[in-house]
């Protein structure tokens, strides 16, 4: 039965945001499909020891957090993953979709490199509008402003957790963002949605997919699609 383990740091408005939403709509998603399992680091346990732990018993690894090129950081900023600085068999035969700045520039290669089987993420910030106010800060899928940024890759998330493939769900998040740069009137948000949109990599074996075959690790270089129209 696959093991996800779910990375939720909330500590600022950035953070609070995209737990917020993945909390809204991926994890009650993986409680009610009894084909698969959760391990939720919220918060405070969203640490390096607890998320070494989980990764070990893990098959997918879904997270957001503040990043950068080369890590991927909890709450508090503390460094979950950084390149070159952590045991392959913490990554190796998983798949990994990380929302969160860079991490698609060098972590998510060196991961790949490490024995990972799929992943996606973004090579540049990920950048999004909020409306903050008290009510969105409280229930922040309520703001209409910021779901036109986090709704594509909840889209793409939900895709993984039905079984799509690593490609598949690659192109459903671009067909997301296209579709909210197609509606969207604001040139200053288009551009926006434009820069998140390009920024999407997706790497590893293309046909990976959450089964009870996802223990394999995908052998040979780093094939890679980056987000394009």
Known sequence: MPVITLCLPSFDPPTRYMSSFLKRYILPRIITDLSLRSIALYRCVDQRMPFQFSTRYS??????????????????????????????????????????????????????????????????IFAFYAELNLRHLLLPWLDSTARKFLMPPIESTMALLGGKTNEEVYDIEIRAWQHQIDTEDDPEIKTILEHNRNSLVMMGDPDARI???NTRSHQGGCPCRAGTR
Not at 87 to 110: M, Q, R, V, Y
């Open 59 to 124: 098959n997918v690894i879904i997270g957001t957090g503040h990043g950068d090129s080369a890590t991927l950081t909890g709450q508090f900023m503390n460094v979950l993953w950084e390149t070159g600085n952590y045991d392959p068999a913490e990554c190796e035969g998983k798949i990994i979709k990380f929302i969160s700045c860079e991490t698609g520039a060098e972590l998510g290669p060196d991961l790949i490199r490490s024995g990972a089987r799929a992943f996606q993420g973004y090579t540049k």
């Open 211 to 213: 089964s009870s075959g």
